[in-house]
């Protein structure tokens, strides 16, 4: 089955720490997305990519880095810049054929202190 | 730009009552609208779509019509289930070659027996 694998589930680091969250996709799909959601929020684009090798910042980029070496994968690092990186983070990719579906990941909840 | 306004929640229900969460956007184009859902802790599934004018997506009794004279996307659903509760995110497809969709702050569904 076609789907977006995020790991993992659950990831503790101290602070001062960097950290990698993972994501990886099989659909095929160009365009991939990072978001953050913090407790009864909505979604917040951190970083996107629409093509290896090339990504754009989202709304709150600062304080992350990602890259785009493979189609297939996304990998977004949480810096030590990051004031308040505790949150849970969506990974997700996108049809770039109308409808313009987007697929999610499982996400990875992050807590760090 | 692009935006979608979701009523806020929560909204708590009793089993088998009758749901609907408002759901408005603005947007240029002709978007393809969606709805997605998310059970606690999980990342967003897509529910239901809709591509064009007077277009109906449904899927596991919910239903949503796309209004263009009205702008509007509202999800409904006959008599829902106590494994309804999640949170509903109304969304609208990315345009102008973005690809970054838009979407709402989401609405807590709670349905108690």
């Known amino acids: 089955d076609g789907g977006i694998t995020q790991s993992p589930k659950y990831l503790f680091r101290k602070e001062g720490q960097n950290v990698t969250l993972s994501c990886e996709q099989n659909l095929n799909h160009d365009a991939m997305y990072w978001y953050r959601q913090d407790p009864g929020q909505g979604l917040r684009l951190i970083y996107y990519s629409q093509i290896v090798n090339d990504f754009q910042k989202g709304d709150i980029a600062e304080g992350y880095s990602v890259s785009r070496e493979k189609k297939e994968s996304f990998p977004l690092t949480v810096t030590s810049a990051q004031k308040n990186p505790t949150a849970f983070y969506l990974c997700?990719?996108?049809?770039?054929?109308?409808?313009?579906?987007?697929?999610f990941g499982p996400g990875t909840r992050l807590t760090v202190t | 730009g692009d935006s979608v306004t979701q009523m806020e929640g929560p909204v708590t229900l009793s089993e088998e009552a009758f749901l609907t969460i408002n759901c408005t956007y603005t947007?240029?184009?002709?978007?393809?609208l969606f709805w997605y859902v998310q059970y606690p802790g999980e990342g967003l599934q897509l529910l239901l779509k809709?591509?064009?004018?007077?277009d109906k997506g449904s899927n596991k009794g919910f239903e949503a019509t796309y209004r263009k004279e009205t702008t509007s996307f509202h999800l409904e659903k006959g008599s829902v289930q106590v494994s309804d509760s999640a949170v509903y995110f109304c969304?609208?497809?990315?345009?102008?070659?973005?690809?970054?969709?838009?979407f709402g702050r989401g609405t807590s569904l709670i349905v108690h027996p």
């Open positions: 809709a591509t064009k004018a007077d």
């Open positions: 947007a240029t184009g002709y978007p393809s």
């Open positions: 997700a990719s996108l049809n770039r054929d109308p409808p313009y579906e987007q697929y």
């Open positions: 969304a609208l497809s990315a345009s102008g070659g973005s690809y970054i969709p838009t």
